[in-house]
């Protein structure tokens, strides 16, 4: 699975749309997640996505202001960012791995995308 995943810059209270494209599998054979991480701080789950599972988690910093959403014939997977504040600038990764309930643990992620830098000014 090959992952490439676009970002940009914003100003706070903006908004902004990352897509992930996965190529390799389909994307309703796999949970797709986006995280984030900047320096000196681990990375965290931002918003995951098992179609198959029927699961989706957010993060509690980002319920209300961050959707995320999948298309299948597309194997894109999107997470549209509302509402974002400085505190959201990070390096965001998408990451695919099997189905599952569970979702926000990084380490059970078999592929990452390049990272790319989301950066909202204030």
């Known amino acids: 699975v090959q992952l490439q995943a676009w970002g940009g810059l914003v100003q706070a209270g903006g908004s902004l749309r990352l897509s992930c494209v996965a190529s390799g599998r389909t994307f309703s054979s796999l949970a797709l997640g986006w995280f984030r991480q900047t320096p000196g701080k681990e990375r965290e789950a931002v918003s995951c996505i098992s179609s198959s599972a029927g699961t989706i988690y957010y993060a509690d910093s980002v319920k209300g202001r961050f959707t995320i959403s999948g298309d299948n014939a597309k194997n894109t997977v999107y997470l549209q960012m509302n509402s974002l504040k400085p505190e959201d600038t990070a390096v965001y990764y998408c990451?695919?791995?099997?189905?599952?309930?569970?979702?926000?643990?990084?380490?059970?992620?078999?592929?990452w995308g390049q990272g790319t830098l989301v950066t909202v000014s204030s």
């Open positions: 990451a695919a791995r099997v189905p599952s309930f569970k979702l926000d643990s990084s380490r059970e992620y078999d592929y």
